[in-house]
């Protein structure tokens, strides 16, 4: 497997070090990229009729007996600050490849026993929209989100038949799950629909929902869980405070224990394709979960980082697919 874990640890630490010196130009509504159009297969990344080859060596053999659905919204990709672009267009090969072989494999993985997949390509927004959120940020991920929203809306109306939902993003999709979260399913008949929200990768509080809660024990259903991920005795250098009073899950128990040792993880994904389990323990503070240096070929390397946003969801990979196998079995149980 020729991905690089690499490229994740630099992302990670594009985004921990990153400030206001891209190269850029005024949100301009004439440089907003064609629109997708999800009818067609084209725009979609994934669909349980298009898994590539790299993602099925990871899903069910069983696909056609899956009794959920999994949507997963993919982290912001494109942190070139040599690119002036606020979008990107879903054409763009060389995110798209990103989005496939990186975002996909090494994060909606995780959730291929658990149901049928489907990633809307869209144009997501550029790092630089975090932090020029007053300056063109917001139209940019407006722009983004418009294009998640369409596709689910298409999703309910084709392919969904009532089927029960996995929600997933992270980083910067979990941006845009969040107001999915709120739009379709808050206080709404859909939320009957909802197994569980995964929604690392951002700051979330506990209060952002009204009918939506957090999950504190790993077979709840209905919910959702968030978490932000940092080495031990680490802090964000920018926005030191951003993080506090934000919701921080344990992806290891799923329940309220705030520490766990190397026996209780089952396993992170690495870019060879093999899962190390045991290889860190975490520490619960307030609103991070705080990571030992995982053990894995090339730790040396990942000794350096502090921020390991970028793997919020590899570093804990079977852990969460065993428990969104739980939740989904238990949602399924319930609603015989």
Same mark, same amino acid.
């Given at each position: 497997?020729?991905? $690089?874990?690499?490229?994740?640890?630099?992302?990670?630490?594009?985004?921990?070090?990153?400030?206001?010196? %891209?190269?850029?130009?005024?949100?301009?509504?004439?440089?907003?990229?064609?629109?997708?159009?999800?009818?067609?297969?084209?725009?979609?990344?994934?669909?349980?009729?298009?898994?590539?080859? @790299?993602?099925?060596?990871? /899903?069910?053999? &069983?696909?056609?007996?899956?009794? /959920?659905?999994?949507?997963?919204?993919?982290?912001?990709?494109?942190?070139?600050?040599?690119?002036?672009? =606020?979008?990107?267009?879903?054409?763009?090969?060389?995110?798209?490849?990103?989005?496939?072989?990186?975002?996909?494999?090494?994060?909606?993985?995780?959730?291929?026993?658990?149901?049928?997949?489907?990633?809307?390509?869209?144009?997501?927004?550029? !790092?630089?929209?975090? &932090?020029?959120?007053?300056?063109?940020?917001?139209?940019?991920?407006?722009? /983004?989100?418009?294009?998640?929203?369409?596709?689910?809306?298409?999703?309910?109306?084709? %392919?969904?038949?009532?089927?029960?939902?996995?929600?997933?993003?992270?980083?910067?999709?979990?941006?845009?799950?969040?107001?999915?979260?709120?739009?379709?399913?808050?206080?709404?008949?859909?939320?009957?629909?909802?197994?569980?929200?995964?929604?690392?990768?951002?700051?979330?509080?506990? @209060?952002?929902?009204?009918?939506?809660?957090?999950?504190?024990?790993?077979?709840?259903?209905?919910?959702?869980?968030?978490?932000?991920?940092?080495?031990?005795?680490?802090?964000?250098?920018?926005?030191?405070?951003? %993080?506090?009073?934000?919701?921080?899950?344990?992806?290891?128990?799923?329940?309220?224990?705030?520490?766990?040792?190397?026996?209780?993880?089952?396993?992170? !994904?690495?870019? $060879?394709?093999?899962?190390?389990?045991?290889?860190?323990?975490?520490?619960?503070?307030?609103?991070?979960?705080?990571?030992?240096?995982?053990?894995?070929?090339?730790?040396?390397?990942?000794?350096?980082?502090?921020?390991?946003?970028?793997?919020?969801?590899?570093?804990? =990979?079977?852990?969460?697919?065993?428990?969104?196998?739980? &939740?989904? @079995?238990? =949602?399924?149980?319930?609603?015989?």
């Amino acid at each position: 497997m020729k991905i $690089n874990f690499l490229y994740l640890c630099c992302l990670a630490l594009v985004i921990s070090s990153c400030k206001s010196t %891209y190269k850029t130009q005024t949100f301009r509504v004439a440089d907003i990229p064609e629109a997708p159009d999800y009818t067609k297969e084209s725009s979609w990344a994934v669909l349980p009729s298009k898994y590539q080859e @790299n993602l099925q060596t990871y /899903a069910s053999n &069983r696909q056609d007996t899956l009794e /959920a659905d999994v949507f997963y919204v993919y982290p912001t990709l494109n942190t070139d600050k040599k690119d002036i672009r =606020w979008n990107v267009p879903i054409d763009d090969v060389e995110q798209n490849d990103i989005v496939l072989n990186k975002a996909v494999l090494m994060q909606a993985s995780a959730f291929a026993t658990s149901g049928k997949v489907y990633v809307p390509f869209y144009r997501q927004a550029h !790092l630089r929209s975090y &932090r020029l959120f007053k300056e063109g940020g917001k139209e940019a991920q407006d722009v /983004a989100y418009s294009d998640v929203k369409k596709a689910f809306e298409l999703y309910l109306k084709k %392919y969904n038949a009532g089927r029960p939902i996995i929600m997933v993003g992270h980083s910067q999709g979990t941006t845009h799950t969040v107001r999915l979260l709120k739009d379709f399913f808050d206080n709404t008949s859909l939320q009957k629909q909802l197994i569980a929200a995964y929604i690392p990768g951002i700051r979330v509080k506990a @209060n952002d929902f009204s009918s939506i809660k957090l999950m504190t024990s790993p077979s709840d259903i209905g919910g959702f869980v968030s978490w932000n991920t940092y080495k031990k005795n680490n802090y964000p250098k920018k926005d030191k405070d951003w %993080y506090k009073g934000s919701v921080t899950s344990n992806p290891i128990t799923w329940n309220t224990e705030t520490s766990t040792s190397l026996e209780q993880h089952k396993g992170f !994904l690495y870019t $060879n394709g093999k899962i190390y389990d045991k290889a860190l323990s975490i520490e619960i503070t307030d609103g991070l979960v705080w990571s030992t240096n995982p053990k894995f070929p090339l730790r040396f390397f990942m000794s350096f980082l502090k921020n390991y946003h970028a793997g919020d969801i590899n570093l804990f =990979w079977q852990d969460i697919r065993e428990n969104a196998e739980l &939740r989904v @079995n238990n =949602w399924v149980r319930k609603h015989q």
